[in-house]
T-cell receptor, first 114, second 113 residues
Framework: DAGVTQSPTHLIKTRGQHVTLRCSPI?????VSWYQQVLGQGPQFIFQ???????GRGNFPDRFSARQFPNYSSELNVNALLLGDSALYLC?????????????FGSGTRLTVV | AQSVTQLGSHVSVSEGALVLLRCNYS??????LFWYVQYPNQGLQLLLK??????LVKGINGFEAEFKKSETSFHLTKPSAHMSDAAEYFC???????????FGKGTTLSVSS
């Protein structure tokens, strides 16, 4: 089975631009969450979606938004990019294992804002 | 609110030596706890998770962790380090099943020959 796939793998944007990152969860997984990992830090939670509804939101400005589609894939959008948005953006899909939840991460999208 | 503290941003061991990476958590409810490993320019790979079934959890690649409620700890160990274990390790907690993961700042493990 394919794992969590994210696209693109790398991206360079200019300050003030907009960016869209994409994530396809593991087949059958209905929940997707997004994390931002700044260099040298642990991942920070941005959003979680389940069955197309937002289930949780981290402490990020309104410039960050996301949505989940009927096929459970997801997009993360960031408007008015700042230099500080440069990071690795990770997507995770999760499922109920019967003994709690499992979370599988994609390889991430490396965003560089110049 | 949940939080995770990883003691020691950098741990260095010799090949064949014991690996001990420390993680302490704060949670108002019984937590779900995880250890992930990250190799350079890659995503996160699950090593093991605690979900209250057993306090000693065995994971992949010879790693294990013990949940100690009295010490609010979930330290990761491996009896004998291998060069391929050199990576960044993250401890994470979630308060409820299926909710957001809260990560520690990570510990870089270096293994020398």
């Amino acid at each position: 089975d394919a794992g969590v796939t994210q696209s693109p793998t790398h991206l360079i944007k200019t300050r003030g631009q907009h960016v869209t990152l994409r994530c396809s969860p593991i087949s059958g997984h209905k929940s997707v969450s997004w994390y931002q990992q700044v260099l040298g830090q642990g991942p920070q939670f941005i959003f979680q979606y389940y069955e197309k509804e937002e289930r949780g939101r981290g402490n990020f400005p309104d410039r960050f938004s996301a949505r989940q589609f009927p096929n459970y894939s997801s997009e993360l959008n960031v408007n008015a990019l700042l230099l500080g948005d440069s990071a690795l953006y990770l997507c995770a899909s999760s499922w109920n294992t019967g003994e709690g939840y499992g979370y599988t991460f994609g390889s991430g999208t490396r965003l560089t804002v110049v | 609110a949940q939080s995770v503290t990883q003691l020691g941003s950098h741990v260095s061991v010799s090949e064949g030596a014991l690996v001990l990476l420390r993680c302490n958590y704060s949670s108002s409810v019984p937590p779900y706890l995880f250890w992930y490993v990250q190799y350079p320019n890659q995503g996160l790979q699950l090593l093991l998770k605690y979900t209250s079934a057993a306090t000693l959890v065995k994971g992949i690649n010879g790693f294990e962790a013990e949940f100690k409620k009295s010490e609010t700890s979930f330290h990761l160990t491996k009896p004998s380090a291998h060069m391929s274990d050199a990576a960044e390790y993250f401890c994470a907690v979630s308060a409820q099943a299926g909710t957001a993961l809260i990560f520690g700042k990570g510990t870089t493990l270096s293994v020398s020959s």
